[in-house]
Nanobody, 121 residues
Framework: QVQLVESGGGLVQPGGSLRLSCAASGRIYSISDMGWYRQALGNERELVATITSRGSTNYEGSVKGRFTISRDNAKNTVYLQMDSLKPEDTAVYYC???????????????WGQGTQVTVSS
């Protein structure tokens, strides 16, 4: 069974920084796209950033220039460095990855459990 485990969330003051990590484990053949999404209380889940297996990135407009997505393919891990955090960044952040595995050889999307990020004074 494939599992995505997230870490790095917490409470920070406005202007602070956090780095989120998401590691894929289990029997994995390969991983293509990986990304981060977030969902504020009462709101829809929205895209934050994505990164392809070749390193191409895409960012939601409000985080561009403040957040940086990266990945370590040897560790099956994706990161989100968050700088200059604002209160409106407060949300549960979810890792996503498209993974080929014995469980689903044709490939499928997997989601992490979510990690809370709170930006407040």
């Amino acid at each position: 069974q494939v599992q995505l485990v997230e870490s790095g969330g917490g409470l920070v003051q406005p202007g602070g920084s956090l780095r989120l990590s998401c590691a894929a484990s289990g029997r994995i053949y390969s991983i293509s796209d990986m990304g981060w999404y977030r969902q504020a209380l009462g709101n829809e889940r929205e895209l934050v950033a994505t990164i392809t297996s070749r390193g191409s990135t895409n960012y939601e407009g409000s985080v561009k220039g403040r957040f940086t997505i990266s990945r370590d393919n040897a560790k099956n891990t994706v990161y989100l460095q968050m700088d200059s955090l604002k209160p409106e960044d407060t949300a549960v952040y979810y890792c996503n990855a498209h993974i080929w595995s014995p469980f689903y050889p044709a490939g499928d999307d997997y989601w992490g459990q979510g990690t809370q990020v709170t930006v407040s004074s």
